[in-house]
């Protein structure tokens, strides 16, 4: 016997391509054919933006139960159900929201002949210049005309010309003549970045994106408007002719630019880093970050990075094999106890890397640990002012209460002359305030870093180790949030990752012979830090867990949250 | 550019007529204030109405390119719009054009989508076409200026052109 399934008060009945599905009130259409694994095509929609509806893809077919004549019961389907009254026109599902007893047909003959007008539409002026189109393998337009598209042109006119290479921004080459005028792009300076310098001019076919002469796409966020451009039209000046994106492999991982820890995706191929960009995480980063954390991989192709372990014997820096630098390191390191040694860590390694570092500070007795502060300016969006990205890591494993204090002990111990070893991981002293004198005056100074810098050429032992994209580990951000790094290339030449270094430097110093992956490392660290406790290293996930209250909130999120609580957004 | 009180005042006037968040909506009425005073609107025309209504300039060029009825660079000193659609296309609007211009001595060869006036060498007369003028029973019709003229067949152009003499 068929049921009339009445609607809960927040869940209503919606029918998409013949099935029935519940789905909250005043969800858009197309995110509720999205739960119903029907994909409707799109090209101006975006969750993070509004919807104007003005690309016309998202046409599907409605329809609505009729309203019964007074008196008499709306006739039922076989599953219960008020029977759909289907809508002689097509609606977008993009900016209308469902409503009880709703129905949608994706895949209906008016649907699909919708989509072929779109598409042949928005083809009638676009080139054909897709073989050297950045865009090309990740582009929607191409990937729809698959889909949706005719197989052949019936346009015989001449294509109206529109501006091409076209420098918007430092970061931006725009080719008008690709553009779909879906207007994201104008949205998201709008909306998200409140830089509202792009807009249309012209009208008709002539219509055509542009900045004003006077202005500039340069916020630090332009090339969001890059990745959100679903055709070549914006293309990261960057990227640009470099990598036919399907031959990259792209790994999930963490921008270390600042605190904030915006998850990426970093494209690579054979060892080369190509792009970096945003990978949603609605507790971090929403779907965008900032133009310099994207830049930030050039450093690993910095031309000093150090490649081998190097002993330094008189004034030069010989080239020593691995076992040899490392015990050496550590006899050099052992012969200090207590005030004689000092460990300058950095608020950019990973939670592996500090553990590892405690416990060598702990076997090695060494007086001072500390890392180095790195502030600089943040904004109101993304950006942070402590550019370090695990400060909160360093803090609960190093049980540092006040982060880059106990530098003016180093200074001073080393002054007294009762500092005569230091090991310093990932810093270059004499870009924070130490200068050669002082570190003239040391016994013995081992450094870890990827980089051939000035401290290194001082360094009596120096042990090359990776970029924050040549390794794995784990970081926790500004608001409390453990988070993953992966490891997208390999690091240059017999350079390692740290946590291996000081992992050798650990055995070597303790004289253990225990063979350790990194997640061991991880393990151990759960039961030696409280706010690890319970967790596992594959736990942490792509999206990362909260371990701590830091009582810092993402100001760019919480505008999209109004803007989703106002139903401007989806989210 | 100079912005004359008198403009700054009706500029003003027209704002106020709107709440103001919605001071956006002035726009239009600038743009025509603006049009009015100089005959067409520059860069810095638009860069004025800009900071005026506190948007970006984009957001004015995108108006002032949208609407044919505005300019960009200046008309002659009669600026006349030949009507072209249908019922004055049928009714010749192409030869009246082509018979205004030469007697005003204009040459429209370098016209083009977003260059669409052109002016005579003395700078006396201007010319465009134009879509619909609403008097689709008279046709050909025409502006100069803010008068109205029908039926303007090419024998009647030297007539009509001589009233602004």
């Known amino acids: 016997?068929?049921?009339?399934?009445?609607?809960?008060?927040?869940?209503?009945?919606?029918?998409?391509?013949?099935?029935?599905?519940?789905?909250?009130?005043?969800?858009?259409?197309?995110?509720?054919?999205?739960?119903?694994?029907?994909?409707?095509?799109?090209?101006?929609?975006?969750?993070?933006?509004?919807?104007?509806?003005?690309?016309?893809?998202?046409?599907?077919?409605?329809?609505?139960?009729?309203?019964?004549?007074?008196?008499?019961?709306?006739?039922?389907?076989?599953?219960?159900?008020?029977?759909?009254?289907?809508?002689?026109?097509?609606?977008?599902?993009?900016?209308?929201?469902?409503?009880?007893?709703?129905?949608?047909?994706?895949?209906?003959?008016?649907?699909?002949?919708?989509?072929?007008?779109?598409?042949?539409?928005?083809?009638?002026?676009?080139?054909?210049?897709?073989?050297?189109?950045?865009?090309?393998?990740?582009?929607?337009l191409q990937e729809y005309s698959v889909e949706h598209g005719n197989g052949q042109s019936r346009f015989l006119e001449s294509k109206v010309k529109k501006p091409k290479n076209v420098d918007i921004g430092p970061r931006i080459r725009l080719d008008d003549e690709r553009c779909v005028l879906c207007s994201r792009c104008v949205r998201f300076s709008k909306e998200v970045v409140d830089d509202d310098v792009l807009g249309f001019v012209d009208r008709g076919s002539h219509n055509t994106l542009a900045v004003h002469p006077?202005?500039?796409?340069?916020?630090?966020?332009?090339?969001?408007?890059?990745?959100?451009?679903?055709?070549g039209a914006l293309t990261s000046n960057d990227f640009r002719f470099k990598m036919r994106v399907w031959f990259m492999r792209e790994t999930k991982s963490l921008c270390t630019g600042c605190a904030r820890g915006c998850n990426t995706l970093i494209g690579s191929r054979e060892g080369k880093i190509y792009r970096q960009g945003p990978r949603e995480n609605n507790k971090v980063n929403s779907a965008w970050m900032c133009d310099s954390g994207r830049m930030e991989y050039h450093r690993l192709e910095d031309p000093a990075r150090l490649t081998d372990p190097m002993i330094k014997r008189g004034r030069t820096h010989n080239v020593v094999d691995w076992t040899e630098a490392i015990c050496r390191a550590a006899k050099d390191l052992s012969r200090f106890k207590g005030d004689e040694l000092a460990i300058i860590a950095s608020g950019g390694m990973t939670n592996e890397e500090l553990y590892l570092t405690r416990t060598l500070a702990e076997s090695l007795?060494?007086?001072?640990?500390?890392?180095?502060?790195?502030?600089?300016?943040?904004?109101?969006?993304?950006?942070?002012?402590?550019?370090?990205?695990?400060?909160?890591?360093?803090?609960?494993i190093l049980k540092l209460r006040s982060p880059g204090s106990r530098l003016k002990l180093i200074h001073a111990g080393i002054a007294e002359g009762k500092i005569k070893a230091l090991l310093v991981l990932g810093e270059d002293l004499l870009d924070i305030g130490f200068s050669e004198e002082e570190l003239g005056g040391l016994k013995c100074m081992v450094l870890v870093h990827m980089i051939a810098n000035p401290t290194a050429k001082m360094s009596t032992v120096v042990l090359p180790g990776a970029g924050y994209a040549e390794k794995r580990g784990s970081m926790i951000n500004a608001t409390g949030r453990l988070q993953r790094l992966?490891?997208?290339?390999?690091?240059?030449?017999?350079?390692?990752?740290?946590?291996?270094?000081?992992?050798?430097?650990?055995?070597?110093?303790?004289?253990?012979?225990?063979?350790?992956?990194?997640?061991?490392?991880?393990?151990?660290?759960?039961?030696?830090?409280?706010?690890?406790?319970?967790?596992?290293?594959?736990?942490?996930?792509?999206?990362?867990?909260?371990?701590?209250?830091?009582?810092?909130?993402?100001?760019?999120?919480?505008?999209?949250?109004?803007?989703?609580?106002?139903?401007?957004?989806?989210? | 550019?100079?912005?004359?009180?008198?403009?700054?005042?009706?500029?003003?006037?027209?704002?106020?007529?709107?709440?103001?968040?919605?001071?956006?909506?002035?726009?239009?009425?600038?743009?025509?204030?603006?049009?009015?005073?100089?005959?067409?609107?520059?860069?810095?025309?638009?860069?004025?109405?800009?900071?005026?209504?506190?948007?970006?300039?984009?957001?004015?060029?995108?108006?002032?390119?949208?609407?044919?009825?505005?300019?960009?660079?200046?008309?002659?000193?009669?600026?006349?719009?030949?009507?072209?659609?249908?019922?004055?296309?049928?009714?010749?609007?192409?030869?009246?054009?082509?018979?205004?211009?030469e007697i005003a001595g204009i040459d429209r060869s370098k016209v083009s989508h977003h260059d669409p006036i052109a002016v005579s060498s003395d700078g006396k007369f201007s010319i465009e076409f134009a879509e619909c003028l609403a008097s689709c029973g008279t046709g050909p019709v025409c502006l100069v200026g803010d008068d109205f003229h029908e039926e303007v067949k090419p024998e009647n152009a030297k007539a009509l052109l001589q009233q602004y003499k």
Not at chain 1, 510 to 521: A, F, S, Y
């Open chain 1, 365 to 396: 007795e060494a007086g001072v640990v500390d890392v180095v502060k790195r502030s600089g300016s943040g904004d109101d969006y993304l950006s942070h002012s402590d550019k370090n990205p695990n400060v909160n890591g360093a803090r609960k």
């Open chain 1, 1 to 140: 016997m068929a049921v009339s399934k009445k609607s809960s008060e927040d869940l209503v009945n919606v029918q998409v391509d013949g099935h029935w599905i519940r789905v909250p009130k005043g969800t858009r259409m197309i995110e509720a054919c999205k739960q119903a694994a029907a994909e409707v095509p799109h090209y101006c929609y975006h969750p993070k933006l509004t919807s104007p509806g003005n690309c016309r893809m998202c046409l599907v077919e409605m329809g609505m139960p009729p309203r019964p004549t007074p008196g008499e019961e709306a006739e039922l389907d076989a599953e219960g159900h008020a029977k759909i009254n289907w809508m002689p026109r097509p609606v977008i599902a993009c900016a209308n929201t469902v409503a009880e007893g709703m129905g949608i047909r994706t895949q209906s003959l008016l649907a699909k002949e919708c989509r072929q007008g779109v598409m042949e539409f928005l083809l009638i002026n676009h080139p054909l210049d897709c073989p050297i189109c950045d865009q090309a393998g990740e582009c929607t």
């Open chain 2, 1 to 101: 550019m100079e912005i004359p009180k008198e403009l700054e005042k009706s500029a003003d006037d027209a704002i106020g007529h709107y709440p103001p968040e919605e001071k956006r909506s002035a726009a239009l009425p600038l743009l025509h204030l603006v049009q009015q005073e100089f005959g067409f609107i520059n860069d810095d025309a638009i860069s004025w109405v800009a900071d005026k209504l506190a948007v970006e300039p984009i957001k004015i060029l995108e108006l002032v390119t949208f609407y044919p009825g505005f300019r960009q660079k200046a008309p002659g000193e009669y600026h006349i719009r030949v009507c072209r659609t249908l019922s004055c296309a049928m009714a010749g609007c192409h030869k009246t054009m082509e018979k205004i211009c």
């Open chain 1, 214 to 231: 006077d202005r500039k796409l340069e916020n630090n966020y332009s090339l969001n408007t890059v990745d959100i451009c679903p055709v």
């Open chain 1, 486 to 571: 992966n490891k997208a290339i390999d690091s240059p030449g017999l350079s390692r990752e740290d946590w291996e270094i000081l992992q050798g430097l650990n055995r070597a110093v303790d004289g253990k012979d225990e063979v350790t992956e990194l997640v061991d490392v991880f393990g151990e660290m759960t039961s030696a830090v409280s706010i690890f406790k319970g967790l596992s290293f594959a736990g942490i996930g792509d999206l990362g867990v909260d371990v701590m209250d830091t009582g810092e909130s993402v100001p760019l999120l919480e505008r999209e949250a109004k803007r989703v609580r106002d139903g401007l957004i989806v989210g």
